[in-house]
């Protein structure tokens, strides 16, 4: 079967840890065409990952004018909006990295470029596909949880602030830890609630450990005038049915309660969390019970010898899904209302007040 052709916008550490490894292992597709502003990264990207007569290009425009399957976005937040647009516009699909846009319009923007052209768009929410989501996301379908209405979605970390590329700069991402990893636990817990309604959203941002210069940081010290970007930040938010949903997200926290792109979920039926492996817990027979399904034992999935990955998952669904062999699993519209709640916490923090959605 002839590969799938692809280019990648953005070579940077997420093209380079994510994406580039996971397409070359799961073997169906060859990336053909790179590009980054500095043309350096695009050249050594191109000449570990690419094809023998890869091109390469410093402008996003002259890329999509090739005749390629798909094209995966990988730059900094504040232009998915109009690369993703612009290489839909062009015929192709694609799989653009999370957060989908720095705000809702933004998002919607993607959405109905999408719809009109008929290709496919994948948000880069690879925490899916972690064997501990896939099974909580049965247990929810099947209705084991019964009504879910509460909900904790946690992304917190320690001290493990991002000090390289643009993670700190506010102009390029829109945000820090909320937009960052806030947004995956917030993915995984509207998934599993199968609930895209909010109602309203009140948000608190904060800027308490950024002036830090002896910081304890898993990837060394920041530069104080460049982390212009919260280093926390937390919502509450109620949906249209009344359920409620808390989100933590912080890069920098002095707290050991420290859980990333983990929910926690509480229903009339049973509740749930991933705090310490996937613990389902409820009632049986006037006895509390817990449940810790094994996740390993029989559940190993193997390709050409290798265990698959999240990130693999992730790009064998979207080839999968281009061949026209499946569906995509995360859907833009659901990523759009990830941003939607995003964006809310951001402005209820900004102009101190209930945002009404």
């Not at 900094?76 to 705000?103: D, Q």
């Not at 808390?246 to 705090?275: F, I, Q, R, Y």
């Not at 817990?290 to 669904?317: D, M, R």
Request: with cysteine.
């Amino acid at each position: 079967m002839e590969s799938l052709k692809l280019g990648i916008i953005g070579c940077g550490g997420i093209a380079n840890g994510k994406h580039l490894p996971s397409v070359k292992q799961e073997g169906r597709a060859e990336v053909v065409a790179f590009c980054d502003i500095v043309e350096e990264r695009a050249c050594e990207a191109a000449k570990k990952y690419g094809t023998k007569d890869a091109k390469v290009f410093t402008d996003y425009r002259e890329l999509i004018k090739l005749d390629l399957d798909a094209v995966y976005v990988c730059t900094p937040n504040r232009s998915h909006c109009e690369i993703t647009v612009a290489a839909l516009n062009a015929g192709r699909h694609v799989m653009c990295e999370k957060p989908m846009a720095i705000n809702y319009n933004q998002a919607m923007e993607m959405v109905e470029a999408a719809r009109k052209t008929g290709k496919l768009l994948n948000i880069g929410y690879q925490n899916r596909y972690r064997a501990d989501s896939i099974y909580l996301k049965q247990e929810c379908a099947n209705g084991e949880l019964g009504e879910i209405y509460y909900a904790k979605a946690k992304a917190i970390r320690r001290r493990a602030v991002p000090t390289w590329g643009v993670f700190l700069n506010e102009y390029e991402q829109g945000g820090g830890p909320l937009i960052d990893i806030g947004t995956h636990a917030l993915d995984l817990t509207l998934w599993m609630m199968n609930n895209y309604k909010p109602k309203s959203v009140v948000g608190t941002i904060y800027h308490k450990l950024n002036g830090e210069r002896q910081p304890a940081n898993a990837w060394g010290p920041w530069e104080p005038d460049n982390f212009t970007v919260e280093d926390s930040a937390f919502g509450f938010v109620i949906m249209e049915d009344g359920a409620t949903i808390t989100l933590e997200a912080s890069w920098a926290l002095n707290s050991l309660d420290v859980h990333e792109a983990k929910t926690v979920l509480c229903g009339t039926k049973a509740g749930a969390d991933m705090l310490n492996g996937l613990t389902i817990n409820g009632t049986k027979n006037d006895r509390l019970y817990e449940l810790k399904p094994n996740l390993e034992a029989g559940g190993a999935a193997f390709y050409e010898g290798n265990v698959i990955t999240p990130e693999v998952k992730e790009q064998q669904t979207f080839f999968d899904a281009i061949l026209g062999k499946g569906e995509l699993v995360v859907m833009p519209e659901q990523a759009a209302v990830v941003t939607q709640i995003l964006d809310a916490v951001y402005q209820s923090a900004r102009e101190g007040r209930q945002i009404i959605l």
